[in-house]
């Protein structure tokens, strides 16, 4: 983003090409930990076969937009494209949940500002519009987040196993908005067409 052109545009393909390379050499054991305190442990890499499928995925899909953007996404854009796909991977790997949330919101901000770049009164309207809604998602998992470390852990495990919790409909509310599910989905229609 703040790079001179000459270096942006090769870079907008390299990096998301050097998170597949980085992506291509991760084993079925990898894992980043780190201890915030004795007690709170952040995994903020988790590798199975899930992750995999989904990190390659995304990692295909940086890169062709690394390709794609570099020639007609805004300076901003094209940075905070990268940012958004790099915090999605995050939320993709993280083992545990505060490190989920963390990349959640990241990625919330992120794409909240490639819907912004045109800088027009429309693209500020429909991204005003997209990160209220994505503010109430992401306090949602918050909420659902601390029911669910102050009963369970801060592991992630498959929450489908408690239907009856309340914090399984917190977060399922969360799954609902970023996946525009009716009625949760005003905000889709309005932030598409604003960015590139």
Known sequence: MLLPR????PLSVVAPACAFWAFLQMGPDSSLVYELTPYIRMQF?????I????TLVFCAIALLNGIYGEGIQHRHECGMSMIYAGSVMGVILAGDLISLIIFWEISAFASMYVVYCKHDMASERASFRYILVHAFGGNMLLAGVIAYIFHYGNEIANIADHTGEPFFWLMAVVVAVNAAIPPLHSWLPDAYPESS
């Open 51 to 54: 992750a995999y499928a989904f």
């Open 45 to 49: 890499i988790h590798f199975d076969s």
């Open 6 to 9: 000459p270096c942006r545009r």
